[in-house]
């Protein structure tokens, strides 16, 4: 087990690290091919002490603790594994009449020594998924994983120790402080899956040193829906999108701009949809239903009830940490300045798709946008629009369960992406090469120059 102090970061053996990274052990394909398989044995291995981790941590159900945590880590290692022999070869181009007759590809290589740090709202997925395509381009790793989600931590930990040697994958485990010191290490790459104060001050440490960087952040991420929506379908997608993890997902819809006139209707069946999931009695915690995940975050929320009308739920248990699904209305305050990440949804009426539009244009660009429409030329009317990091069109969250295309947000929700081909093309560099022959050698490129460039404008363009 590493615990690092702030003071002491030499406990961290990053030079060994990138020596056992120099050496070029990550590299072959069947060293990267045989500890994506030995990193999925682990996990089914481990199942059930990560099932209890997610309870212990969030109050999670076994539903929901596989199918978000440890079930889309296991596709995302599945895809990479069928896939990373293709991905790892040189990717050949033709080349340009310059060139000729060399040959031109990219070779995508390791970046080197990599740091992970992940958040506690989904506290193994969000460490493992970025790992597998750390693992998948050939590089060295150490995961930082939440101090919030401890239980979850330490079964990280474990997994990597009893299967990966230091040097190769290692785990440092600590509070804000152990955060700051390691994002001033020299790294060749950094991952940041987290809030966006925390995702400015790395992007600051690594701009100074020219690190590059990927950032998984958030915000507030609308639901539009529209007068052709079928609205007992939104009202269920929503609800589930909304209030699985109790609110506490990065792409979470954040409120609901819903079409004047179907306001009323769209409450109804919304308020269908929480009693369908949960049950009537929503005074205490129902046991498919996530708690918060520690008592700052429910002061947070339970002091921005106050910042709209509770139209339905608003209950509260400060000792279970547990606030129900609740419906807003007249939001005000924080409610619509702030991401909520929280069981909090305002509902907000709208009378033309450009109010909608210049409502969600008040606050940076979302890590999603959900668009609940039966009509193709207003999906893409919103779609065009509103810049978004993903978008759901009559649906919620399911942008995120694909290893086929990739997630990642934009400017202030995000920078980067990843997911199957594209968590391996984050991690790695793709190098540029041209081989060329020496059987001939064109007297065009060198001096002198007279009477040879009409030739170079027509060969140029």
């Known amino acids: 087990m590493t615990n690092l102090t702030a003071t002491h970061t030499d406990q961290l053996g990053l030079q060994r690290m990138r020596d056992y990274f120099l050496s070029g052990a990550t590299r072959p394909l069947k060293v990267r091919q045989r500890s994506l398989e030995v990193l999925e044995k682990a996990i089914r291995t481990h199942e059930k002490t990560i099932l209890k981790a997610a309870a212990e941590d969030l109050g999670k159900s076994e539903f929901e603790a596989y199918s978000t945590e440890i079930g889309i880590t296991l596709s995302e290692i599945k895809y990479v594994r069928r896939n990373l022999p293709k991905w790892v070869k040189p990717q050949y181009q033709w080349p340009v009449l310059v060139q000729l007759p060399a040959r031109t590809y990219i070779q995508y290589e390791p970046r080197g020594l990599t740091l992970i740090i992940s958040p506690w709202n989904y506290p193994f997925q969000l460490a493992l998924i970025p790992l597998v395509g750390a693992i998948a381009a050939g590089n060295v790793v150490v995961i930082k994983p939440s101090e919030f989600a401890p239980a979850t931590a330490a079964v990280i930990e474990k997994l990597i120790q009893e299967n990966f040697p230091p040097e190769y994958i290692r785990v440092v485990k600590g509070d804000a402080a152990v ?48 007068r052709y929506a079928d609205l007992p379908v939104a009202a269920r997608r929503i609800a589930w999108g909304k209030w ?19 306001l009323e209707a769209f409450l109804s069946h919304l308020k269908d949809a929480i009693t369908a999931f949960y049950g009537s009695d929503l ?7 996530a708690r918060l995940i520690h ?68 606050a940076p660009n979302p890590l999603a946008l959900y668009i609940f429409t039966e009509k193709a030329s207003e999906e893409q009317f919103f779609l065009e629009a509103i810049p978004a990091g993903g978008s759901c069109i009559n649906d919620a969250i399911m942008q995120v369960a694909s290893t086929r295309l990739p997630f990642g947000g934009v400017r202030q929700s995000g920078i980067g992406r990843y997911h199957g081909w594209y968590s391996f093309e984050t991690f790695s560099h793709a190098r540029a090469v041209v081989k060329t022959p020496t059987w001939i050698d064109l007297p065009l490129r060198y001096p002198p120059y007279k009477n040879k460039l009409s030739l170079v404008r027509w060969l140029l363009g």
């Open 295 to 362: 008592q700052n975050h429910f002061n947070r929320l339970s002091s921005m009830l106050q910042e709209g009308e509770v139209y339905f739920g608003g209950y509260q248990d400060p000792d279970d940490l547990y606030i129900s699904p609740t419906i807003l209305l007249n939001p005000h305050g924080r409610l619509i300045e702030e991401e909520i990440f929280g069981p909090l949804l305002p509902v907000i009426p709208y009378r033309t798709p450009q109010e909608a539009i210049e409502f969600i244009r008040r």
């Open 283 to 289: 005074s205490r915690r129902p046991p498919e239903y």
């Open 244 to 262: 699985t993890n109790a609110g506490q997902t990065c792409i979470a819809p954040d409120y609901v701009l819903i079409e004047e006139e179907k």
């Open 179 to 226: 955060s700051a010191a390691l994002i001033e290490e020299d790294w060749d790459y950094i991952f940041f899956t987290g809030g966006t104060r925390v995702g400015r001050l790395i992007a600051e440490s690594a701009g100074r040193r020219l690190i590059p960087y990927t950032l998984e952040l958030g915000g507030k991420s609308p639901a539009i829906v529209t």
